[in-house]
């Protein structure tokens, strides 16, 4: 069993930054990848960035390439997700999730666990 709590939500304004973060409790977080994904409201959950369990491998949806970037400190238990340039548009529940599976980690179906989400309100 993995669980994770994110952090670092909140308001911003348009063109601000935000960084969320992921505390994971168990002792094989270093063999999960890692994701967060997104969901908007009357929007369904959308994938936004991943990493390996490395660290080595990172993946990124089209619409934040260049604007977000993933990271992971597996002594620490934690993954992270730097949110630059921010858009209205990235108003969202963000949610972290663990996954063991050999899926590409860009898609819910690769993730076993699931935080409860932390709000982006991103303000025009």
């Known amino acids: 069993q993995v669980q994770l709590v994110e952090s670092g939500g909140g308001l911003v304004q348009a063109g601000g930054s935000l960084r969320l973060s992921c505390a994971a409790s168990g002792r094989t977080f270093s063999r999960y990848a890692m994701g967060w994904f997104r969901r908007a409201p009357g929007k369904d959950r959308e994938f936004v960035a991943a990493?390996?369990?490395?660290?080595?491998?990172?993946y990124y949806a089209d619409f934040v390439k260049g604007r977000f970037t993933i990271s992971r400190d597996n002594g620490q238990n934690t993954v992270y997700l730097q949110m630059n340039s921010l858009k209205p548009e990235d108003t969202a529940v963000y949610y972290c999730a663990a996954g063991g599976s050999s899926m590409l980690p860009t898609i819910v179906r690769a993730f076993d666990y699931w935080g409860q989400g932390t709000q982006v309100t991103v303000s025009s």
């Open positions: 990493i390996g369990w490395s660290g080595g491998r990172t």
